[in-house]
């Protein structure tokens, strides 16, 4: 059962622009949401992370956005530069349980 | 401070073969989990253990594949008779709490 959708699969963006991700899930228990950033060939590195108690977070040019009545969150990358260019995934995962779950992935292209 | 160290980096098995694949958390930390990623998907999880202890293990067949995390020394992931649909990329992530997960570069496994 796919608990978390991500979308979309890829984006292209160029330099400057705004790059915006969307993930929804349907497990009312989750309650820790991680946005990861992966480059070919490493592991993937937590980007930012929101709680449900809020409905935004900001870090730097990382922005997510959480709507609990929708069960959606996203992530916002503010003047995105060819160095963001990578795979990145949504997650969420329960106190209690802690495994994480996670999206399909979106690979980001951002032109020079 | 080293990050999660997993080893080998990459690892050719014949089918039919062992494969064995090792995790060093981060210093301090006692939560371990195991994901998988098939190309161009999504982490999976498989297990997620404790010192001496597997806590859930509900993403890992039920057969040929095995974990630990003994006392002392790296968590183990093991594939016995490994078919070529097991050729993926196994990420290892530690944890001191239940969220904050920070993973290891992964162990890049071809079967031929």
């Known amino acids: 059962q796919q608990q978390v959708k991500q979308s979309p699969q890829s984006l292209i963006v160029q330099k400057g622009g705004i790059s915006i991700i969307n993930c929804a899930y349907e497990n009312t228990a989750f309650d820790y949401f991680p946005w990861y950033q992966q480059f070919p060939g490493k592991g993937p590195a937590l980007l930012i992370a929101i709680r449900p108690d809020v409905s935004e977070k900001k870090e730097g040019r990382f922005t997510i956005s959480f709507n609990k009545s929708a069960k959606q969150f996203s992530l916002h990358i503010m003047d995105s530069q060819p160095g963001d260019s990578a795979t990145y995934f949504c997650a969420a995962s329960m106190m209690s349980g802690s495994r994480l779950t996670f999206g399909e992935g979106t690979q980001l292209t951002v032109n020079p | 401070n080293a990050g999660v160290m997993q080893n080998p980096r990459h690892l050719v098995r014949r089918r039919g073969q062992e494969a064995r694949l090792r995790c060093s958390p981060m210093k301090g930390h006692s939560h371990v989990y195991w994901y998988r990623q098939l190309p161009e998907e999504g982490l999976k999880f498989m297990v997620y253990l404790q010192k001496e202890n597997i806590i859930d293990e509900s993403g890992m067949p039920k057969e040929r594949f095995s974990a630990e995390f003994p006392k002392e020394g790296p968590s183990i992931l093991r594939i016995q008779q490994v078919v070529r649909g097991d050729s993926a990329a196994y990420f290892c992530?530690?944890?001191?709490?239940?969220?904050?997960?920070?993973f290891g570069q992964g162990t890049r496994l071809t079967v031929v």
């Open positions: 992530a530690s944890s001191p709490l239940e969220n904050e997960a920070f």
